[in-house]
């Protein structure tokens, strides 16, 4: 090995001097998957490495990554970090002034942005960036001010820099312990903070993932989606595929992420649960229209499948009965379904980022796809619990990773030791000091327990638990997930902090839902409309009392509001990871809030 491993760019070029001309990234051009050798990439990063020395770049300088995923996303950050500067990610839908915000916090000295929207979102802001000096955009983009320049022209600037091995000084000096990142939290509550991840931290999670995950190499091929300006996309999606050798093809958008997976067939892949909440929607809604024999057969194999998950998330032998209807089951449902999912060679599907419902979960192990849970914040570089094929259970995020340490506090409170949690939060000491306990245990923020076998369970947000009028604690993320894993429930938010019950936020999904009011003879035009009809919200009102009878009294949704429309981001109700932003919600929606409260008050 020519560079340490004990930071993420040694380990990159290490594998491209081992792997040379063979693919490293393949993006999609002109409708087709274009491939990327490894020495290729090497040779860019280095280029684009020596540009911003050129540029003066110095050691802890910032350098900034406005875009979305994209190869070039990757030479930026490993050219930064290469040459001993820090990177701060900016998640590519965050506006001019969220970018602001960042870019004046951590000081970032150069900019990379993907292209001219981006561009022009932070030259609408440009007065206010004391500390930028450069932009680079990954386009090529004409009339553009002096102070912003091509990839290209800084590639070019790097190959004709006078001294070629300050490259190399610079990457046999980095300190493990240097500052790697500034990953800004998306800001569930608050302005967004800097989390300091050092080289260290990263390469310490990369391993202890690859230790919980071992039969994956060099082989592999990993579909990625989720955006690294993400933790859990960046650590797992991009730095443990390039410690193991694999191949990465980059999903376009989170919206052709089926369309991508049929075509590249991955092996590997790590996702939010929202994704696997749309597939199932979708097979299940599939099975509903198809022809009843089809559909007979469909709710057969489904039923053999739960029958037999247990045994095949353990890899343990099934009894024989089974094993022969499982196998069956297999041949004439799962494996089409896969292949028509473009997963029939998946290996391992992570899930992360948020809670995934036991049904979705059970769903998805029972037909052949190994979906394993697992948990973790930014602030712990993300990763400190998964599921693995050797300790597995459902409805947990699975054992600690090796060298990690967890312990549930007196008041339920999941707190985390090990080598991948944060240095701190970027200038901000007291907000430091306020995440970890005298003690050293970095502070979650997040409700849990532990099981026998040491799988922790998160059973809820502690700032999200909803304390009713009548004191009862109540864990929201529960009962969404049962509300979300119905075929005709897209979204749901849970209400009740200080009232005396229960009410939610119900987002339908309005393809299924429009299909079975053309059935029904209902009509309609729009779907701000469709959720007014009283055949609908009858129709709503019997589903949730259904999916709400294993709860208790004080658990149920007494009342409900059908929404015309999805959350988004650009509405600020969902992260750029896709979580619900409580706060957000509850502001937008105030009014139909007091609305079923109403009675309560008079």
Not at 465 to 471: K, L
Request: glycine residues 8%.
């Amino acid at each position: 090995m020519a560079y340490s491993e004990k930071h993420v760019p040694g380990i990159f070029h290490n594998r491209a001097e081992r792997y040379q001309y063979e693919t490293f990234v393949r993006y999609k051009h002109a409708g087709k998957y274009t491939a990327v050798s490894w020495k290729e990439m090497q040779n860019r990063v280095i280029k684009t490495g020596l540009g911003l020395i050129s540029l003066g770049c110095e050691p802890r300088d910032m350098i900034g990554i406005f875009s979305e995923n994209c190869w070039e996303w990757i030479v930026a950050d490993l050219a930064a970090l290469s040459i001993g500067c820090t990177d701060v990610p900016i998640y590519a839908t965050n506006s001019g002034a969220e970018a602001a915000y960042i870019i004046n916090d951590s000081g970032t000295k150069v900019l990379f942005v993907s292209d001219k929207e981006h561009l022009d979102k932070i030259l609408s802001v440009r007065k206010r960036l004391d500390s930028l000096t450069k932009i680079v955009t990954f386009e090529k983009i004409e009339g553009a001010p002096e102070d912003v320049m091509g990839l290209d022209e800084l590639m070019a600037l790097g190959e004709a820099f006078a001294d070629r091995d300050a490259f190399e000084r610079r990457l046999n000096a980095i300190d493990p312990e240097d500052l790697a990142t500034l990953i800004y939290t998306s800001g569930t509550t608050g302005q967004p903070k800097g989390v300091m991840l050092t080289h260290a931290n990263f390469v310490a999670n990369l391993m202890q993932s690859y230790a919980s995950h071992p039969i994956i190499g060099h082989d592999d091929e990993a579909l990625s989606f989720l955006p690294w300006s993400h933790s859990l996309g960046r650590t797992v999606s991009l730095y443990l595929m390039i410690h193991i050798g694999a191949v990465i093809s980059l999903a376009e958008s989170f919206s052709t992420v089926l369309e991508n997976m049929q075509e590249t067939r991955p092996t590997l892949m790590v996702s939010v649960p929202r994704l696997f909440e749309k597939i199932h929607a979708g097979i299940l809604a599939k099975a509903d229209k198809a022809p009843p024999l089809k559909k007979k057969l469909f709710e057969w194999a489904l039923g053999v499948a739960d029958r037999a998950v247990d045994y095949v998330v353990q890899r343990k032998a099934m009894p024989g009965v089974l094993k022969a209807q499982y196998d069956i089951a297999d041949a004439l449902v799962f494996k089409k379904l896969r292949e028509a999912l473009g997963l029939d060679r998946i290996r391992i599907f992570i899930s992360g980022g948020g809670p995934l419902s036991t049904d979705i979960d059970r769903f998805f192990n029972g037909i052949g796809i190994p979906v394993h849970n697992g948990y973790g914040l930014t602030e712990t570089s993300p990763v400190t619990n998964v599921n693995r094929f050797d300790v597995f259970a459902f409805g947990s995020v699975g054992p600690a990773l090796p060298d990690t340490q967890v312990r549930i506090a007196d008041d339920g409170e999941i707190l985390i030791k090990g080598p991948q949690v944060m240095k701190g939060y970027y200038n901000k000491p007291d907000d430091t000091k306020a995440a970890f306990t005298h003690d050293g245990w970095f502070m979650t923020g997040d409700i849990g327990r532990m099981d026998e076998r040491g799988c922790l369970y998160i059973t809820d947000r502690k700032k999200d638990i909803i304390v009713t009028a009548g004191g009862k604690n109540i864990a929201p993320q529960n009962i969404e997930n049962t509300l979300v894993a119905d075929l005709y429930i897209e979204q749901a938010v849970v209400i009740g902090e200080g009232r005396k019950y229960l009410s939610a936020l119900i987002v339908p999904n309005f393809k299924e839902l429009g299909e079975y009011a053309k059935k029904q003879g209902i009509s309609f035009n729009t779907n701000e409309d469709l959720v007014r009809k009283p055949e609908i919200v009858a129709f709503y009102e019997a589903k949730i009392r259904d999916l709400m009878k294993d709860y208790a009294r004080v658990e149920q949704i007494r009342k409900f509001t059908l929404l015309g429309r999805e959350f988004s981001i650009d509405t600020g109700e969902l992260t750029p990871t896709l979580k619900i932003k409580r706060k957000v919600v509850n502001e937008n929606y105030k009014e139909a809030i007091e609305a079923m409260y109403k009675d309560d008050r008079d």
